[in-house]
């Protein structure tokens, strides 16, 4: 077990967006803002911003000016996470919602949803969020994997695969065509390299005489290289013959047996195009990514263990301890069946934090009752007042103690809340988490690596590897954290027996 105190100080924003029908329903603006400053004071944190959206709908905020201050604040390191009542106020739309919690990731910021009691500060939330994006990227995946067989079939069968057309052609019915601007300038390309058989001097003669590409940038060695190599050119098009790597931010290239060929109008002789492309100009792939546990596997005798080049397992430079890599994985994924804690202990747990948040919720209840008796007398004084039952000198008297006491529940009610939410992050949190690690043993061979990956890093220490069993220390929030206080950072070690193949 690992039990080291973190005080956390951070700066924060709020975000507040309430529609006209919510506000229609009695939700004021100022309301949630008291909320999410009271979860801040208690956790320590200091409110330097707060982000209105009064009266907008959630259905597309990203390009709200307010958003786009909360984005340049959080990219800035002016705030450091953003507290909201729940996640459809910070959006409605999946892809938005996404889109921030990307944002957030990046900058290593955090995100507090209140209603939903998500806190990514805690390991816990981390995880969550972690899940979310993990899930997400694993449909976009499938949803990628179908369009991509699309494409294939629609290029066989001859149709449109759309994309913008290269640069010398035009669509026109669904066809590629000649540009009867661009294709001259295409022709050229390949007539000056023929003639220096030097790219950068072939871009800088089209930029000299004033050519440009189609968005009106100059002509780059790579625009030239790409273009001379593209076989459009010569009559043939080649497509399904690249593919989108996992980070979406790069290509490779497909198996030649799945390229596909069509004919289109032919702008530069296919003797010219030939000579031009003699010399083979493309580059190797790169090396592929690290292996799942990298920097987290250790021997017992303290060094890490990495997967060389000759052997599929994990081996420690010093002693040779090994382990497969799949019977790592195999235990890695068999351990996040019992992530965190026993059953019993969970029970036990959740039913005293469940009586604490009753407790909580019971002191909020008879505050809002509370206020609704004060908003009924200040209504029956003031008409009283209307109708002249009472004097404008005895009015001011009698209702300065009610708007006090107004004053003073409209306060308490928002802190008495945040408390319960920070209970209910807590917990709730935890529970969610442990829900999704169960469920994530299931699907963990489906998900991509990357997001294997992350996850790894979201909730692993470390990993020690014996002769005879592996202790899988995993990161969790423990319980019993008191609002305000010093947050910890604990450790679940698991040992699990692992028999030695062989």
């Given at each position: 077990m690992r039990n080291e105190a973190v005080r956390d100080t951070k700066e924060v924003g709020?975000?507040?967006?309430?529609?006209?029908?919510?506000?229609?329903?009695?939700?004021?603006?100022?309301?949630h803002e008291r909320r999410a400053c009271a979860y801040a004071e208690a956790k320590g944190w200091r409110v330097v911003e707060v982000y209105r959206l009064e009266a907008v709908s959630g259905k597309a905020v990203l390009g709200h000016p307010e958003a786009q201050r909360m984005l340049a604040d959080l990219r800035s390191g002016r705030i450091s996470a953003l507290v909201f009542s729940k996640l459809a106020r910070l959006a409605r739309n999946t892809k938005e919602l996404l889109d921030f919690a990307d944002a957030f990731r990046a900058c290593g910021a955090d995100m507090v949803s209140l209603a939903e009691s998500i806190d990514t500060s805690t390991?816990?939330?981390?995880?969550?969020f972690t899940m979310i994006a993990a899930m997400a990227q694993w449909e976009r995946e499938e949803i990628a994997d179908r369009v991509s067989a699309s494409v294939s079939i629609r290029a066989k069968l001859g149709k449109t695969t759309g994309g913008a057309a290269p640069y010398g052609y035009r669509w026109q019915d669904k066809k590629l065509v000649p540009d009867p601007d661009e294709a001259p300038v295409r022709l050229l390309m390949y007539e000056l390299f023929d003639q220096h058989r030097r790219i950068k001097r072939v871009a800088r003669i089209l930029n000299e005489r004033g050519y440009r590409t189609r968005k009106g940038a100059q002509f780059t060695d790579s625009s030239v290289s790409r273009l001379l190599e593209d076989t459009t050119a010569k009559g043939v098009r080649r497509v399904n013959y690249t593919q989108t790597t996992d980070n979406r931010r790069a290509w490779t290239m497909k198996p030649e047996s799945e390229w596909v060929y069509q004919e289109v109008e032919a702008i530069v002789p296919e003797e010219l195009w030939e000579r031009c492309n003699s010399r083979n100009r493309s580059r190797p792939p790169g090396r592929g990514t690290a292996h799942?546990?990298?920097?987290?596997?250790?021997?017992?005798?303290?060094?890490?263990?990495?997967?060389?080049?000759?052997?599929?397992?994990?081996?420690?430079?010093?002693c040779r301890n090994k382990i497969p890599v799949g019977d790592l994985e195999e235990v890695y994924r068999a351990q996040l069946n019992e992530f965190l804690i026993s059953p019993d202990e969970v029970a036990a747990h959740m039913e005293a934090a469940s009586e604490s948040i009753r407790e909580k919720e019971a002191l909020v209840g008879a505050a809002e009752a509370e206020l609704r008796k004060v908003q009924a007398e200040a209504d029956k004084l003031y008409q009283l007042y209307l109708a002249d039952g009472v004097t404008k000198e005895d009015f001011g008297p009698l209702h300065r103690p009610l708007s006090a006491r107004r004053k003073q529940l409209e306060e308490e009610i928002p802190r008495l809340q945040a408390e319960v939410d920070v209970l209910r992050i807590g917990i709730l949190s935890r529970e969610t988490t442990l829900n999704e690690a169960r469920d994530l043993a299931s699907r963990w061979k489906a998900l991509p690596f990357p997001e294997r990956r992350q996850i790894v890093e979201t909730i692993t220490d470390r990993i020690v590897v014996g002769k005879e069993d592996v202790e899988i220390i995993l990161l969790f929030t423990p319980p019993g954290n008191d609002a305000g206080k010093a947050t910890h950072s604990q450790g679940f070690s698991a040992a699990i027996s692992w028999k030695r193949a062989g």
């Open positions: 709020v975000w507040i967006r309430v529609s006209t029908e919510d506000q229609a329903r009695g939700e004021s603006p100022e309301h390991p816990a939330g981390r995880l969550f799942l546990f990298a920097g987290y596997a250790f021997c017992t005798c303290g060094t890490k263990m990495y997967v060389w080049s000759n052997s599929p397992k994990y081996v420690c430079s010093v």
